[in-house]
T-cell receptor, first 108, second 114 residues
């Protein structure tokens, strides 16, 4: 069992829908990252958070340390949001553990 | 700034051959990382470096070597390539770390070993 689990694995939605991607982890962490991997393969860091909530444009990331859970939300989704979203947790030994990613496809 | 650059973009190796994957960053970042990404699997850390002259193993270092002679460059060496090393390799850098700061990724190198 991976220490970082993402759900769903795949998600297809219509343009404009509100999207939620979940990340659960089983270890104590000091930070959690959300990454976006474009269809061409490039990876971009979206958020790094250790508590609370962060917002950037239409993207919102939240984390609940007690429940060991983080969510990435996309409001007013657009086809250009189609990508793989990766959650990565840094445990207290400074070891980084990646989820397998959620493949998001937004239909026009 | 060019950010993090990697060369080559693609490479096919025969079993037993060797090669070096190049990685350069122009952001004066102290931390640099090498990851591999296998199909359907999460990224895995191969090696990382906290500064020039200092490197350390990650989760999957076997079959690889690294060096960090300058702040800018962090090459990854594959000796005696094996089919299990077929993967996409990403180099990344961050101002500090490990993973306490935003990471900047290179475009990746797709390697096939046959």
């Amino acid at each position: 069992k991976n220490e970082v689990e993402q759900s769903p694995q795949n998600l297809t939605a219509q343009e404009g829908e509100f999207i939620t991607i979940n990340c659960s982890y089983s270890v104590g962490i000091s930070a959690l990252h959300w990454l976006q991997q474009h269809p061409g393969g490039g990876i971009v860091s979206l958020f790094m958070l250790s508590s609370g909530k962060k917002k950037h444009g239409r993207l919102i990331a939240t984390i609940n340390i007690q429940e060991k859970h983080s969510s990435l939300h996309i409001t007013a989704s657009h086809p250009r949001d189609s990508a793989v979203y990766i959650c990565a947790a840094m445990n207290r030994d400074d070891k980084i553990i990646f989820g397998k990613g959620t493949r998001l496809h937004i239909l026009p | 700034n060019a950010g993090v650059t990697q060369t080559p973009k693609f490479r096919i190796l025969k079993i037993g051959q060797s090669m070096t994957l190049q990685c350069t960053q122009d952001m004066n970042h102290n931390y640099m990382y090498w990851y591999r990404q296998d199909p359907g699997m999460g990224l895995k850390l191969i090696y990382y470096s906290v500064g020039a002259g200092i490197t350390d193993k990650g989760e999957v270092p076997n079959g690889y070597n690294v060096s960090r002679s300058t702040t800018e460059d962090f090459p990854l060496r594959l000796e005696l390539a094996a089919p299990s090393q077929t993967s996409v390799y990403f180099c990344a850098s961050s101002y500090s770390g490990p993973w306490g700061y935003e990471q900047y990724f290179g475009p990746g190198t797709r390697l096939t070993v046959t």
